[in-house]
């Protein structure tokens, strides 16, 4: 299957080669003159990255940790620029950032996952940066709210910022395993369905949190076909002052670079469909009896909840509910399904059932009074 019939999304005014993604290369942080010069080297060698990344303002959790090198970075990127040749891409956290960033000439600005929540500071980025032609990358807010990262990238809209792309780097993970952020690709589905035309990439690096798993990220988000890829590259990630776990060496980029499958996507339409009919009737049929199912369990729920509020029991029964998970997970187990799903599916069916039958105690009171 050839890759060649893919068109890029326009972003900037560079582009990969056809059927390749789009790459934006570069350390977590710029941390030294040698280290970004190390770093942009050894990926101009490499010929694939259209962009150097590099953060020069670290928003970091806790105060004391490396806040970035600031002015004295956005230096060093223009030197690596002039000597290196590659063009580069700073994130902007407020008006200052984005007045010290254009005035260095950036070739581009990412507002941070930890900007794009609040609309305050978005706004006042997408009005610092009225007036400038700079394309925007615009990362996903940290929880999983598509409105707001829609909403993010209308703003610089509005301010006349047309060159815009997203980046999906995962979102909040209560249990961050195996994952630092939980990629939810579903709502970079979502985001494409708002937004057809704008280029998605995405961020491996702090979706994986652990370089092991960068590379197996990087290749779903290509089998997924988001547009390309934003990846942490560091020349001795050990030391790196940021973000060390996740940062690869410039050798291990360009071998996962070279590893990596392109898009598939030459499949013809229309021979597609008809290749999946058969297989894809049959799921329909499966969810409608599903829907049915869901029904005549609802008609059961009922009767329960009626039959609890009688008898002087809340609707929650904590032994019923662990005994419940228990059998399903082990019957999941038994035919060979994965019990993870098998158990948040039923998650999504028992809150269904406390929410109604809570309803049904609501409506009970209601007539009684
Ligand atoms: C980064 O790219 O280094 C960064 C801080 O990312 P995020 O905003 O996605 O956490
Ligand atoms: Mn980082």
New binding site residues.
């Given amino acids: 299957m050839s890759a060649a019939a893919r068109r890029h999304r326009p972003f900037g005014h560079w582009s990969p080669e056809s059927g390749q993604p789009w790459v934006i290369a570069g350390p ?1 942080s710029a941390e030294s003159l040698d280290q970004v010069l190390e770093t942009a080297r050894a990926l101009k060698a490499d010929g694939r990255t259209q962009l150097f990344r590099a ?1 020069v303002w ?2 970091r959790t806790r105060p004391g940790a490396f806040e970035g090198a600031g002015y004295n970075a956005l230096e060093w990127l223009q030197i690596m620029r002039a000597e290196v040749g590659l063009p580069f891409v700073v ?1 902007v956290g407020n008006p200052q950032h984005v007045e010290r960033a254009l005035a260095a000439g950036a070739d581009a600005v990412w507002i ?3 900007t794009t929540v609040n609309p305050f500071y978005v706004q006042e980025i997408a009005e610092a940066l009225k007036g400038s032609a700079v394309p925007v990358l615009v ?1 996903n807010p940290i929880h999983a709210d598509v409105g707001l990262w829609l909403g993010a990238l209308e703003r610089l809209d509005k301010m006349g910022l047309s060159d815009l792309a997203a980046v999906h ?1 995962g979102f909040f993970a209560t249990h961050p395993e195996p994952y630092r952020n939980d990629p939810r690709w579903e709502l970079s589905f979502e985001l494409r369905r708002l937004a057809p035309d704008l280029p998605i990439f995405c ?1 491996p690096s ?1 979706i994986a949190g652990q370089r092991d798993l960068v590379e197996s990220v990087a290749q779903i988000a290509m089998d997924l076909a988001l547009d390309g890829l934003m990846i ?1 590259i560091h020349p001795q990630p050990d030391d790196a002052l ?2 060390a776990a996740q940062q690869l060496t410039p050798e291990r980029f360009s071998s996962l670079l070279d590893r990596l499958a392109g898009y598939i996507e030459s499949a013809d339409p229309v021979a597609l469909a008809l290749s999946l009919s058969t297989d894809r009737e049959a799921l329909d049929q499966i969810d409608a009896q599903f829907v049915d199912l869901i029904q005549q369990r609802q008609v059961i729920v009922e009767r329960l909840a009626h039959r609890k509020l009688q008898q002087g029991a809340s609707v929650f029964q904590m032994d019923r509910w662990v005994d419940m998970l228990e059998q399903r997970e082990a019957q999941a187990q038994q035919q060979g399904l994965d019990p993870k799903y098998v158990k948040a599916f039923f998650e999504l069916v028992h809150r269904y059932s406390v929410q109604h039958q809570a309803a049904i105690y609501q409506a009970q009171r209601r007539d009684e009074a």
């Fill in positions: 977590c953060g670290k928003p994130e941070g996952a930890r990362k780097r961020d702090h942490e940021s973000d």
